[in-house]
């Protein structure tokens, strides 16, 4: 399975975006420290890295992204924030929201071992688009690990949860309803997306 293993303080920083959005609190790079004195950006350069932004963020790779951009065109509203969406509505994406997860590739790898139901039937799909009224939940047998009982038991980190998600019990979470633009949690300008895939 394809994978985006790009150091993380270290895209961050060339995307313009904080590694907390990520679920990293504490990282950050030495690397390159008079890297923001570059000469000015072309409009398509712009355009690029807030495309590269998004599917950092989420974690999807440039086919499975221009397919997701091919949906968005054809729903109703605008292609920009649809595709965001899209990417909001992802099973991974929505089990870091939920708190089952640390960061979004952590509930990526979860949710590729199964660790996850949806309305009661296991999904093993981290690109699964969830419906409002559909119930994630950590599987019963997967709730002794470790891990779980750290991100979700009572000394567990405080999750900020967007107003579509509501958490119902420890290990459960509802989706109440479809996530809206003000719910994505970093700045992005989709338009500068939908501009560069007009092309």
Not at 141 to 160: D, H, I, K, Q
Request: net charge positive.
């Amino acid at each position: 399975m394809a994978r985006n293993t790009q150091p993380i303080a270290k895209r961050c920083k060339a995307l313009g975006i904080s590694p907390a959005v990520m679920g990293y609190k504490n990282k950050e790079t030495i690397r390159n420290p008079k890297g923001q004195m570059r000469r000015k950006k072309s409009e398509y350069a712009v355009q690029l890295n807030e495309k590269q932004k998004v599917k950092f963020v989420y974690g999807i790779l440039e086919k499975q992204f221009a397919s997701y951009y091919e949906k968005a065109t054809k729903m109703q509203g605008k292609a920009g924030e649809n595709l965001l969406i899209l990417c909001e509505r992802r099973l991974d994406n929505v089990v870091f929201r939920l708190g089952f997860a640390a960061t979004r590739r952590q509930a990526r790898q979860l949710v590729t071992h199964g660790h996850f139901t949806v309305d009661g039937k296991r999904v093993d799909i981290p690109s699964f688009q969830v419906k409002p009224g559909q119930v994630v939940a950590i599987c019963e047998g997967s709730r002794s690990n470790p891990l779980f009982t750290e991100l979700t038991g009572e000394n567990s980190p405080v999750a900020l949860i967007p107003k579509w998600l509501e958490k119902v019990e420890a290990y459960q979470g509802k989706v109440v309803a479809m996530p809206a633009r003000d719910d994505v949690d970093f700045p992005v300008e989709e338009h500068l997306i939908v501009e560069l895939y007009s092309k």
